[in-house]
């Protein structure tokens, strides 16, 4: 929490070199550049990513990003957990914004949410830095599994066991020109670690993302923060869909459905 002096010495003045809108000059500076004239023709992900790390990536890198997005994250089907939310706004006719935004709030899950996704990267980071210094992968991996009980990016909640993301992803990967890269290779290697010990958990599309980013250079911030709104490409269309339906039909369940087990109701008060 500031103290007094930060507050006053912050008061009437924020101090930046991220950027600001200069309304006299009809000027908008984001990181120093000047978005009418010197931003103007980067694609929407190039500009998102610009803001984020303060690079300007080319275009096979940017199409990448927007793949992981596309392919990862944009499952149209209300039964996902954020997803399911974006559809009872939508079936409670909520707005848009505050639907979908209430939806993106969610996306914090520690298993596999966006927690989940800062554990990733974190995991492929120290596990290079120790590799890099001669230690053994099949070793890291057991520690790792003996320690947490599993490693993020890794292994699957659902059948079928192995994602079905893994492979449209290497396609577009390889076809721009980063099926190779250090993370890559490390990330499909701790897969063959943990095969051949008695986890049998394969790589799913968080740990090959985190991969891809990190080869890209992204820190673990700038890597969670590039994900925020990569959900919102499967909740919009599940909105959209529940708006078009009935009003407060989302998913509806007769009570003599639930089966209760707990202590059985108490009498009334005398």
């Not at 992968?137 to 490693?151: A, C, F, P, S, T």
Request: charged residues 25%; glycine residues 8%.
């Amino acid at each position: 929490m500031a103290n007094n002096q930060t507050l006053l010495n912050y008061e009437d003045h924020w101090p930046t070199q991220m950027g600001a809108w200069r309304r006299d000059e009809g000027k908008v500076i984001l990181r120093g550049k000047e978005l009418f004239s010197e931003l103007k023709d980067l694609r929407w992900m190039g500009l998102l990513l610009y803001g984020i790390t303060g690079r300007i990536f080319d275009e096979n890198a940017v199409r990448l990003f927007e793949a992981i997005w596309s392919i990862s994250t944009s499952y149209p089907d209300p039964r996902l957990w954020p997803n399911r939310i974006a559809a009872f706004a939508g079936t409670a006719r909520s707005t848009a914004t505050s639907g979908i935004g209430a939806a993106v709030a969610i996306c914090e899950a520690v298993n596999f949410g966006h927690r989940a996704n800062i554990k990733t990267m974190d995991f492929f980071l120290r596990t290079k830095q120790a590799v890099d210094k001669g230690a053994n992968l099949d070793e890291l991996v057991q520690l790792e599994m003996k320690k947490y009980r599993g490693i993020p990016g890794y292994g699957r909640i659902i059948p079928p066991k192995k994602d079905e993301r893994i492979g449209p992803m290497m396609e577009i990967a390889r076809k721009l020109g980063f099926a190779e890269g250090e993370y890559v290779r490390l990330a499909f290697q701790v897969e063959e670690a943990l095969i051949r010990g008695r986890w049998r958990r394969y790589i799913n599309i968080s740990g090959l993302a985190a991969a891809l980013v990190a080869d890209q250079g992204l820190t673990v911030r700038e890597h969670y923060v590039y994900l925020t709104l990569c959900f919102t490409g499967g909740m919009i269309p599940c909105f959209i869909d529940a708006m078009d339906k009935p009003e407060g039909c989302f998913f509806p369940l007769r009570c003599s459905r639930v089966q209760y087990e707990g202590q059985a109701p108490r009498r009334q008060w005398e």
